[in-house]
């Protein structure tokens, strides 16, 4: 960085100085930055910092760390300011304060992104820093533009109000989350992964089979499936057995077809050793190819857990008993209410991940000697 | 012994015929199909089987197993419409009915189709500037590839209907709401697939661009652009059949008018039980149709560029 300027510095500094110079809020209260002097500081302290990031660049994790730290704090004051009378007329100046914030966020970042440790942990503390700031920062920029443009409540709702709503309506949530989640994914799930991965080991007894069902399930998987779920409507009622019958038929054939390709991803070395030993069917089945199916198998666990999700909560469209998320989002949103809506959302994105993310856990427990794990160096 | 080789060549001679037929994928795979047939016309005659004998009974009429057969496979609104059943419907609603009709598949499929094109362009060139930008930036590929990753968690699918609800109250209706759940859906595979694709090339063939002196848009146009379309085809296959998902499942909040996934909820309100499965067919024939539409294109241009597999 010697001898030349940062280019983010000098953005920051730029916007900065040119949030300085126009009003903070226009329309029928217009507001100076002189009229917010804590505002101003903090204003003055992210062009400062702006104009050292400019001159000397961002040496290291700890000035970058600083450097976030001043974004931080901008971004505080940014909400106060909101709350101060900004909300709905925000200005020029308001939003070149935010694009000097960015300048400097998107210079701190990339200064971490490229942290190289030795240390394991301290690699993956970066590793996970990177991608949380840049989510806490895209959550900010939401609430921002919300407030700031006074988006309507029904089209877009700021991420604080969504998390009023969330807290304030946990006991419906939470029955929500039961009749979908605990009751129609879950039994679904295991009774379309238990029965796609029997049917397997079934077919990769008969070559038969193998041949004619695997070109099937690989055509079955661009299918639409969803498409089943006003037929499971009306066999299985309106219940949580009818979704979780979608969340079957939806999770079988990728067990199926992933399952079958594992189970002949023993190499050929292998197989001729356990029949040098002399072993049987089942026991080259446990020992050797199951084991080398594994990755295969928790490619299918995978992909299942989020079409699972999908499965049960397209089904409620078609008829629901008075509970139940799918339920919930398409009765809110005829009664745009779409605070609780995105409080929903957020509760099936946090348990997609979580369900995904307890999956990949055990993959990495079962699949531990697997080449994708070992540690770049 | 002259007799024994006999026998034995002619039974290697029709183990031949037989075996010729079935190591193949084609023998299996079109066995299999007649079992489903098969399998789907006895599910029809078991699920359909009380509502006739129920019916039977209450007219006192006395009936064969013959009666009962031919009962279950002419319902109105049977549980599971037999499979003549539905093609006669679908028959029905592709080619006896004008292409404008409301009630013509081919017209519903077209509203689907359009959402579906439209969101998978969208989704296609998004994903790829998107995996050119994580490809060329540490810092994007370190900030965005998790997101990238975790948005496909947020079920969209289900989120379907405040997506379209939310859309139409800004004024946006009809064909892109629906095309932008498929954008969604779409970008994702291109691209994780693109990312990989434009990582293909090795080092070797990237130390080569270098002593070439060639510049960076270069060795992306020469090298990282033609390496990633494999990867590119095989993504795109993956992307219009969850962008048909996608435009379908749009269509089924907010009482859409016209399209596979509204002719889906029509028939589920109304008990049409062989309207739902015709759509479903339909449905079903026209995905099949993308996704080899993709691969004959995929095979042209792989073989213009000497790719040929």
């Known amino acids: 960085m010697t001898g030349r300027w940062d280019r983010f510095g000098l953005a920051a500094l730029a916007f900065a100085l040119l949030a300085l110079a126009l009003p903070l809020a226009g329309g029928e209260n217009p507001l100076a930055w002189t009229g917010r002097p804590a505002g101003l500081a903090v204003l003055l302290a992210v062009g400062g910092v702006g104009a050292l990031v400019a001159w000397k660049g961002v040496p ?7 450097v976030l730290a001043t974004v931080f704090l901008g971004a505080l004051m940014a909400m106060k300011l909101m709350d101060g009378g900004v909300a709905g007329n925000a200005s020029w100046g308001f939003w070149s304060y935010i694009f000097a914030l960015w300048a400097l966020t998107w210079r701190g970042i990339a200064r971490i992104a ?109 299918l639409p499936i969803v498409g089943v779920a006003p037929i499971m409507v009306m066999w299985f009622g309106f219940d949580w057995q009818s979704k979780a019958a979608v969340v079957v038929i939806m999770t079988f054939f990728p067990m199926l077809v992933n399952t079958v390709t594992g189970l002949s991803a023993a190499g050929a070395l292998e197989l001729d050793l356990m029949r040098s030993y002399g072993s049987g069917y089942w026991q080259s089945l446990f020992k050797l190819r199951l084991q080398a199916a ?45 605070d609780m809506v995105w409080a929903e959302i957020f509760v099936a994105a946090l348990a997609g991940s979580t369900f995904y993310g307890v999956t990949a856990m055990m993959e990495r427990a079962v699949t531990f000697w697997h080449p994708s794990y070992r540690t770049k160096r | 012994m002259a007799m024994t080789t006999e026998t034995a060549v002619l039974e290697t001679g029709k183990r031949t015929l037989l075996a010729t037929a079935m190591a193949g994928q084609a023998g299996p795979v079109s066995l299999l199909l007649l079992a489903l047939v098969v399998i789907w ?48 419907e679908m028959n029905k609603t592709i080619l006896q009915k004008k292409i404008t009709s ?77 095309a932008i759940i498929s954008t969604y859906l779409c970008f994702f595979p291109v691209t994780i697939g693109m990312v990989k694709g434009l990582r293909s090339p090795g080092v070797l063939e990237m130390d080569l661009m270098r002593t070439f002196n060639a510049s960076p848009w270069q060795t992306f146009w020469m090298l990282r652009w033609p390496a990633s379309l494999p990867f590119l085809f095989t993504s795109l296959k993956v992307a219009i059949a969850i962008s048909l998902v996608g435009a379908i499942v749009g269509e089924l909040p907010t009482g859409a008018q016209a399209g596979l996934g509204a002719r889906l ?38 073989k213009r560029m000497g790719m040929k597999r």
């Not at chain 1, 290291?60 to 600083?66: E, I, K, M, P």
């Not at chain 2, 013509?104 to 060139?125: E, N, P």
């Not at chain 2, 039980?273 to 995905?287: D, F, N, P, R, Y």
């Open chain 1, 60 to 66: 290291g994790t700890a000035a970058a760390l600083a």
């Open chain 1, 114 to 222: 490229a942290y190289r440790s030795m240390v394991n942990e301290r690699q993956q503390m970066a590793n996970f820093f990177v991608p949380a700031f840049f989510g806490l920062w895209l959550l900010f920029l939401w609430q921002m533009v919300c407030l700031g443009f006074g988006v309507p409540g029904v089209l877009l709702p700021p991420p604080s109000a969504i998390f009023i709503k969330l807290i304030g309506s946990l006991d419906i949530l939470w029955e929500d989350f039961v009749q979908t989640f605990m009751k129609a994914v879950i039994s679904g799930y295991v009774i379309g992964c238990g029965a796609g991965f029997v049917v397997a080991i079934l077919v990769d007894r008969v070559p038969f089979l193998k041949r004619g069902l695997l070109p099937l399930g690989n055509m079955v998987s661009a």
């Open chain 1, 294 to 338: 594994m990755p295969f198998i928790f490619n299918a666990l995978k992909i299942n857990s989020t079409l699972a999700l999908i499965g049960a909560i397209v089904a409620e469209f078609f008829g629901t008993p008075t509970v139940g998320m799918g339920f919930r989002i398409s009765t809110e949103v005829g009664r745009m209410n779409v």
């Open chain 2, 41 to 88: 016309y006895a599910g029809a005659v078991w699920m359909n089987a009380p509502w006739a004998i129920d019916r039977f009974e209450k007219q006192k009429i006395d009936w064969s197993a013959g009666d009962l057969l031919r009962a279950t496979m002419v319902q109105k609104r049977p549980i599971l419409p037999a499979p003549h059943q539905v093609l006669v």
């Open chain 2, 102 to 178: 409301k009630r013509s598949l081919i017209y519903h499929s077209w509203v689907t189709l359009s959402s579906t094109l439209l969101g998978f362009a969208i989704g296609g060139i998004l994903g790829i500037l998107l995996a050119v930008g994580i490809v060329h930036n540490r810092t994007l590929e370190k900030s965005l590839m998790p997101w990238v990753i975790s948005s496909q968690t947020i079920p969209i699918l289900a989120i379907a209907p405040m997506v379209i609800v939310v859309l139409g109250a800004i004024g946006l209706r009809g064909l892109v709401p629906k």
């Open chain 2, 265 to 302: 909820l029509a028939g589920s309100y109304y008990g049409q039980t062989i309207q739902i499965w015709s759509a479903l067919m339909t449905a079903a024939v026209l995905a099949a149709l993308l996704v080899v539409l993709i691969g004959v294109i995929e095979r042209v241009v792989l």
